[in-house]
């Protein structure tokens, strides 16, 4: 009784795996495609752009795993800005100028093409 009830349900949980892999499929190409036509953003007078990196050969862009600043954090050069994560590689961003960050671009999840900016750093006022 059980081998033919495993006959029945093995082709229609290989069909399951199938249709799930085809719409997580979709659902990535779509991501990419809204990532693509994104407005690219206007930075704050005086703000310089932590961009996403080309993170290697064929890599137009990356997934935002993770912020770890928001808008009023202040950031040094080399601070860990961003997670991003593609198909080949997971890796950090690093804040690329000191100073605070004035707008976020980004939000975790979204897919962003290579070049474009995930936050804006301006430079901090001078202390007395």
Same mark, same amino acid.
């Given at each position: 009784?059980?081998?033919?009830?495993?006959?029945?349900?093995?082709?229609?949980?290989?069909?399951?795996?199938?249709?799930?892999?085809?719409?997580?499929?979709?659902?990535? =190409?779509?991501?990419?495609?809204?990532?693509?036509?994104?407005?690219?953003?206007?930075?704050?007078?005086?703000?310089?752009?932590?961009?996403?990196?080309?993170?290697?050969?064929?890599?137009?862009?990356?997934?935002?795993?993770?912020?770890?600043? =928001?808008?009023?954090?202040?950031?040094?050069?080399?601070?860990?800005?961003?997670?991003?994560?593609?198909?080949?590689?997971?890796?950090?961003?690093?804040?690329?100028?000191?100073?605070?960050?004035?707008?976020?671009?980004? =939000?975790?999840?979204?897919?962003?093409?290579?070049?474009?900016?995930?936050?804006?750093?301006?430079?901090?006022?001078?202390?007395?």
């Amino acid at each position: 009784m059980l081998d033919a009830l495993w006959t029945i349900a093995a082709p229609l949980v290989g069909l399951a795996v199938v249709i799930a892999s085809a719409l997580g499929a979709r659902k990535r =190409h779509l991501a990419r495609a809204a990532a693509d036509t994104r407005p690219w953003p206007t930075l704050p007078d005086g703000a310089t752009a932590v961009e996403m990196p080309a993170l290697g050969e064929g890599v137009t862009g990356a997934t935002v795993v993770r912020l770890m600043t =928001h808008a009023g954090d202040q950031v040094q050069v080399g601070d860990v800005v961003a997670e991003v994560s593609t198909d080949k590689v997971d890796t950090e961003i690093p804040a690329t100028s000191s100073g605070t960050v004035s707008a976020v671009f980004v =939000h975790e999840g979204d897919e962003v093409p290579v070049g474009f900016p995930l936050l804006a750093v301006s430079p901090s006022a001078a202390l007395p």
